[in-house]
Each structure stands twice: as structure tokens, then as C-alpha cells.
């Protein structure tokens, strides 16, 4: 039974993978419609919550301090970023949207939002269930 449950448990999980990563690959969709890469849509959506400085987006995408500095120095030629003194060390600077950058984001944020198109075929009922089985397997 172990090797038959987990046989349906990896072919749900390829399913559920290709549906959201290839067949209607959110990445893409945000991308294409506001023009930047997935990577800064990320970095938008992270200062949303909160100012950060530098280090802690390389922290938080585990990626190479030059690529983050890239990245921020092109958000801030677009407008979207400005670098602050931050209130509680001075030679700390602080990365925080501009409205350009928050509006930006918050587009992002509702394009990421959108189910795929596939839910459509799903009835009501179908959508109930889907939500019910995912927050199942989201708990921790």
C-alpha cells in the first residue's frame, strides 16, 4: 500500500508542478506583463512587507552580493527603490519602495494572485475540495 500511495503521491505532486511551473508558469505571466525579471517582481514584493538593507535580500534569495547590488542599482535607476540612512545605524543604508516601486508591486502581487486558467474546469465543489486537501498539506 506504502509503495502505491507513494507512486500517487509523486504523480499528484508532477502534475500539480507542471501545472503551476511550465503549463501556466506564474513567473512568466508577471514577467511578461510588468516588464522586469521574476528576480526583482521577488525583491518587490519582499520590501513590500518591510525596508531591507542589502544584506538581508542576499540572505533572503541566497544570492551573490553582486547580483543583489545589480539588481537594486536597476530598480533604482527605474524608480521603484531609494536607499535610506537607516534610523538605527547610520552607516547602514536602508532599501525602501518608492510609490512607483509599491504600485509595482502590488500589480505583481495580484498577477501572482491569479489561479490558472485550468481551475476553470473545476466546479465549485472541486475548488472547495482542491483548498481544503492544499491547506491539509500545508500544515505544519
Known amino acids: 500500500m506504502a509503495t502505491s500511495t507513494s507512486a ?14 511550465e503549463d501556466d508558469d506564474p ?33 533572503r534569495f541566497a544570492s551573490d552580493k553582486t547580483y543583489i547590488s545589480l539588481i537594486l542599482r536597476d530598480l533604482e535607476v527605474d524608480g521603484s527603490i531609494m536607499r535610506v540612512t537607516s534610523p538605527t545605524d547610520r552607516r547602514s ?33 472541486e475548488v472547495d475540495t482542491l483548498l481544503m486537501l492544499i491547506e491539509k498539506i500545508m500544515e505544519k
Open 8 to 21: 500517487a503521491a509523486k504523480r499528484a505532486w508532477i502534475q500539480l508542478r507542471d501545472l503551476v511551473l
Open 27 to 59: 513567473r512568466k505571466r508577471v514577467s511578461n506583463a510588468l516588464g522586469i525579471t521574476y528576480f526583482k517582481v521577488k525583491v518587490l514584493i519582499s520590501l513590500l512587507k518591510h525596508s531591507e538593507s542589502a544584506s538581508d535580500l542576499v540572505q
Open 93 to 125: 543604508k536602508l532599501i525602501m519602495l518608492t510609490d512607483q516601486g509599491r504600485e509595482l508591486a502590488k500589480s505583481a502581487r495580484s498577477i501572482l494572485d491569479q489561479p490558472p486558467r485550468a481551475f476553470n474546469r473545476l466546479s465549485s465543489d
